[in-house]
T-cell receptor, first 114, second 115 residues
């Protein structure tokens, strides 16, 4: 079955510290992978995407993620977080034969403290 | 604003009433998706359209739920005889025509509260 698993439901971190949000996927959703961010009472905004090619993907707001096929992971990283990064982050995956439908993980709440 | 538009943004209703949500996708996008998101969870797929054709429905979409996209432009999601368990954020997303790269563009959602 297709699945995307986010390993941490909450990640508290101090401002300017590095952060990693972990995501694992099943092989059936390995064709393309995404990270979305959701601020309170808002829709989802795309942070970055992996379709093919380089396994290190850079996104907006200084975030990057690395596609690791052998470990079926797509972890999100940022070297130095800001208060404004406090939000819910979702990993999602899909494949071309699924009509563009994405399967989402359960979400990770990133809380950046001063 | 050329993004995905959803309305109403908030709807409070009593159990047993019918509600309808509307989604206007980005104009050149031919695929339209509905997702449901409950508190503390990721979005769950409900259904999607390619133009006016509804191509897939999730098992989450019970008989009380119906979605339409009559002219391949805007879409409506109707919930009949609402139950408290229907309380959630209903998200609409669209994606462009052609080979899908997978990126979905989301609206801000319609939050339903069933009392």
């Amino acid at each position: 079955a297709q699945s995307v698993t986010q390993l941490d439901s909450q990640v508290p971190v101090f401002e300017e510290a590095p952060v990693e949000l972990r995501c694992n996927y099943s092989s059936s959703v390995s064709v393309y992978l995404f990270w979305y961010v959701q601020y309170p009472n808002q829709g989802l905004q795309l942070l970055l995407k992996y379709l093919s090619g380089s396994t290190l993907v850079k996104g907006i707001n200084g975030f990057e993620a690395e596609f690791n096929k052998s470990q079926t992971s797509f972890h999100l990283r940022k070297p130095s977080v800001h208060i404004s990064d406090t939000a819910e982050y979702f990993c999602a995956g899909g494949s071309y034969n699924q009509g563009g439908k994405l399967i989402f993980g359960q979400g990770t709440e990133l809380s950046v403290k001063p | 604003d050329t993004g995905v538009s959803q309305n109403p943004r908030h709807k409070i209703t009593k159990r047993g009433q019918n509600v309808t949500f509307r989604c206007d996708p980005i104009s050149e996008h031919n695929r339209l998706y509905w997702y449901r998101q409950t508190l503390g969870q990721g979005p769950e797929f409900l259904t999607y359209f390619q133009n006016e054709a509804q191509l897939e429905k999730s098992r989450l979409l019970s008989d009380r739920f119906s979605a339409e996209r009559p002219k391949g432009s805007f879409s409506t999601l109707e919930i009949q005889r609402t139950e408290q368990g229907d309380s959630a954020m209903y998200l609409c997303a669209s994606s462009p025509r052609g080979l899908a790269t997978g990126e979905l563009f989301f609206g801000e959602g319609s939050r339903l509260t069933v009392l």
